[in-house]
């Protein structure tokens, strides 16, 4: 985003009345949206064939999801990890260095570019050897787009703030409620409000005098009202002066249902539940989004999860057969094809998440698969 665009971003993102009113607005709109999406994509057809063609043949993947760590350090009253922590249905753990490296390395060698280390649930920066990871997969590696999202909870420990500027990374996204003590303690389910608008102002402050070589993005996951945030002195005075072109900040316009897992009354303040369009028989685009989780196991889709990262989303493991021929295998398609009929994955089956593929998506993948990315790549949207 650059010019008048930009402007008008960061506008928007200092005016308090105008971004209530268009982030209410953009719940409606996005319930209508999403109706009328899934039932266009059901009324168009879909060129089945190709698809099992598309799956079948060696491709190019260019984005790929490394769970480093399926472990935080919060408790957020809009995700399902509190959840399936305390019904202990997460087995959690740590990515093994070498179970990274063999994920990095095949993807590198598949044309791969883009790297999110954000896990399905977990923070990366519980991870002791993210770093390490960082480096590897953008110096030894050579992946194009490296970066992950955090809650900044432990930014400010053992300066790693300083550490993840100087790590290589390309994009940091923060999540974090708002500006309000009391909320966040509500929200994020830990008393750690201090350390993060503290550990994020550093975060800036250090990127800026680097030369900003990072992205940042704040992405607020607020109780408060937006016109809130922006008139607190916390946002004027250690988020505000650093918007640029490569930092800005977003509130979020509604959250996902974690497959049912959270609901209406589970919100807090103005968080809205996102409207659940009718489901269609066709298959979701991001089980084309492929995950790795802390043990190797591939999994199709990075986003959600319902009592476990180790479902039937699952299609292999790294550490017995290589990830092209994972994602290209029969389990992958079975589950794919499945949509077809009707037959989903439990996750699957009341997600708000869901994006049904069609022809157009088909076709972009198609050929990126042929050229490879042109451009400046950013991120595939997760909300
Ligand atoms: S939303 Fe992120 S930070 Fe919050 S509990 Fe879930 S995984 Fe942790
Ligand atoms: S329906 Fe939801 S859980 Fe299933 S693949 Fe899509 S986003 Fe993931």
Redesign the pocket.
Known sequence: MKGLKLKLYHWVHSTGLVADWLYAGAHQLRSRTLRRRNRSAANAGFPVAELSKFHHEPRRVIDLNVGITNI?????N?????RVVDAKTLQTGVMPLATFKTAVDQFAKNGGHYLDLT?V???PLVDPEVFEKVRYATQEAKLGYVGF?T?AILLNHKDNYRRLIDSGIHFVSI?TQGTDRELYKKV??VDKYDQVISGIQNLLEYNRSKGEPVRVVIEF?NAQKPSEIIRSADYQQKIKPYFSEKVRVNFTIDYDNWGGRIEGKDMLGVQKLRVAPEPVNLPCQRLFAYSVRHDGSVRLCACRLLKSDFDDLIVGNLHQTSFTDVIRGERAWNIIEGFFEGKRPEVCRGCTMYKPVTPEWLAQRQLENKEGLSGDFLPRQTT
């Not at 935080?72 to 957020?76: I, S, V």
Request: hydrophobic share 20%.
């Open positions: 935080c350090n919060a408790r957020c809009f995700c399902a990890y509190p896990p649930v977990g923070d999202y809650n999540s994020y389910g996951r």
